[in-house]
C-alpha cells in the first residue's frame, strides 16, 4: 500500500440529510457509494482511500464503518460524534471493535470561531487524544487564528487541516491565509490535506498556475513529510474530475522531488491515519470507563 486518497465522501443522497449541497450544486444531488469511486482508484493507482463524514450524525459513522467491512479499498474513516456531549466516552465505545475507524470531523466551518474555544469542546477533543483517535480540522481561512489559539490548548494529538486551510482561491485572497498557515505549520502535530483547492478556485476557469502559489506555500511551511493528498470527491467534481485534480497535485510534487511525491501522494496518510497498525481502542477505552 503507497498510494492513498486521503479525503473523500460517500453518500445516499436526500435532501434532508445533506442541505449543505445547495441548488447550484446539482451534480452532487445523488447517491455517490464505493462502487463509483472503485473504478477511478483502480484507473489512476490509488490503492486506497480515507472516507470522510459529510453530515454530522452517528448514523453515518455507522454506514461508513459498514462500508469499509465491505469494501478492502476503504482503508480508515473519519466519522462524527458529538465532541461536546457528556456521554462522548459511551459514543466512542460504541466503536471500539473497529480498527478502521481512525478519526473523527467536527464541521467548524459551519459555527461561530468561539465553539471551537468552548471548554467543552476542548475536552472532547482531548478524550478523542486520550483514545488514540485523530481529529479533522475543517474551517474556513478567516478561522485560522482561532485555529491556532485552539491548538496551543491541546495535548500532543494528530491534527490535519482540511482543504489547506479553504483559502479564497477564486479572488486570490492570499495573505491573510499565508500568515496563519505560517503560524500554523510551527505546531508540530498539525498536518494538512492538499484537497479541496479546485473548488475554492473559479470552478469553471481555475488553471493549475493559479492553484500552484497555494501548494508552494503550505509546501514551505509544512514540509511534504506533514501533506497529503486528498482528492474531495465527489465534491471536486464540481470544478474537476477526479484524474484531473490528482495530476493537478502530483505533478506539483513530481517536479519537487520523488520523495515529496511519495510522501504526498500516500506515505504521510498512512502514517498519519495509522494504516499499517492493528489499534486496541476497545481494551483502552473499556479502561477507562
Sequence with gaps: MKRIDSHQHFWRYTEHDYPWIE????????????????????????????????????????????????????????????????????????????????????????????????????????????????????????????????????????????????????????????????KLASYPDVYCKVSGMVTEADLNHWQAQQIEPYLAHVSQCFGHNRLMFGSDWPVCLLAADYQRVINLVEQYFEKISEEASRAVMGHTAIDFYQLNQNDNKNKRISNAI
Aim: net charge negative; glycine share 4%.
Design 23 to 182: 441548488p447550484e450544486m446539482a451534480r452532487l444531488k445523488q447517491d455517490y457509494l464505493p462502487e463509483n469511486l472503485a473504478p477511478l482508484l483502480q484507473q489512476n493507482n490509488i490503492d486506497g482511500c480515507i472516507a470522510v463524514q459529510a453530515r454530522e450524525s452517528v448514523e453515518e459513522t455507522r454506514w461508513l464503518l459498514a462500508l469499509a467491512e465491505q469494501h478492502s479499498e476503504i482503508k480508515a474513516v473519519v466519522g462524527w460524534v458529538d465532541i461536546c456531549s457528556p456521554d462522548l466516552l459511551d459514543q466512542l465505545q460504541q466503536f471500539s471493535a473497529s480498527n478502521k475507524l481512525k478519526g473523527f470531523r467536527h464541521v467548524l466551518q459551519g459555527q461561530c470561531n468561539e465553539f471551537m474555544l468552548q471548554p467543552n469542546f476542548i475536552n472532547g477533543l482531548k478524550t478523542l487524544a486520550e483514545h488514540g483517535y485523530s481529529y479533522d480540522i475543517l474551517v474556513h481561512a478567516d478561522q485560522l487564528s482561532t485555529v491556532c489559539q485552539l491548538v496551543e490548548q491541546l495535548p500532543c494529538m494528530r491534527l490535519v487541516l482540511d482543504h489547506i486551510g479553504k483559502p479564497n482561491i477564486a479572488d486570490d485572497e492570499h495573505l491573510v491565509w499565508m500568515q496563519q498557515i505560517n
